[in-house]
């Protein structure tokens, strides 16, 4: 009978030391992967519309752990990081894996920052406004909060706008502040265009030199799609701000 006692010992001391080596390995691979790689580069790498005063980049988990210091600090000429726009939830309850990282960094940093989420046009605006509010703490310096709209997903003409005023609306309200819309300039014309034309408007155009081709005031202009940002180790959206510093800060919670 102690014999049986001293093997059961054994086999559940052996099981734990290798339980606890599983978990060990796993922490520091996990930490391995969730650091910064300390990427440099000579310039953005991208033509920059030079008559903006303010530039900055929106990241998600695409561009996986960043070194949000090296991206404060990094110059081109008199062409910086003054904003970053950050991933934070899509649909009715997915948050970006590396949103909250993103989301204190960036802050620790002193990087103006703004939250957005990715609209499912197919689904309850509601139910996805909620999923952003239970996310996002915005405070006294960050941007407004952003819809990310530039899919159909199936959904009508209709559908999407009452769907995006379902979350807009909700969003304000949590906020007390006019949410952003982001979209791409078709995509506006095509399912926004005279609905929401009293929201601030950030649009994506590509390929197209000064500014956005779309008939109505902007905000924010995503630019390019393939920029170089120290501390990213991947391509990054470049945005420029249509305003200067005092526009910039008025915009900004108060």
Same mark, same amino acid.
């Given at each position: ?29 996990? @930490? ?52 970053? %726009? ?15 990282? @993103? ?87 095509? %399912? ?63």
């Amino acid at each position: 009978m102690a014999k049986k006692k001293t093997t059961v010992l054994r086999v559940i001391t052996l099981s734990v030391i290798y339980l606890s080596a599983a978990a060990l390995a796993i922490y520091l691979i996990s @930490n391995y992967l969730n650091q910064p790689k300390f990427v440099r580069y000579p310039a953005f790498g991208i033509p920059i519309p030079v008559n903006y005063d303010i530039h900055g980049i929106d990241v998600s988990h695409h561009q996986a752990a960043i070194d949000w210091a090296a991206v404060k600090t990094m110059q081109d000429k008199n062409v910086k990081i003054g904003f970053a %726009f950050i991933k934070a939830t899509e649909g009715l309850s997915n948050t970006d894996n590396i949103y909250r990282r @993103n989301w204190f960094k960036a802050k620790e940093a002193k990087i103006t920052r703004g939250a957005y989420h990715f609209f499912i046009s197919s689904k309850s605006g509601k139910a996805q406004a909620q999923n952003f509010i239970e996310t996002v703490l915005l405070e006294k310096g960050d941007m407004p909060p952003v819809l990310d709209i530039e899919q159909t997903n199936g959904a009508s003409a209709a559908d999407i706008q009452q769907r995006a005023k379902d979350w807009l609306l909700m969003v304000e309200k949590q906020y007390k502040v006019k949410p952003i819309i982001y979209t791409n300039v078709d995509f506006y014309e095509n %399912f926004l265009a005279g609905k929401f034309d009293d929201y601030p408007l950030w649009v994506a155009h590509y390929m197209v030199k000064d500014k956005p081709r779309i008939k109505r005031k902007w905000l924010f202009w995503q630019h390019n799609e393939a920029g170089r940002v120290n501390g990213i180790d991947a391509y990054v959206d470049f945005n420029a701000f249509n305003g200067d510093s005092t526009d910039f800060k008025n915009l900004l919670l108060k």
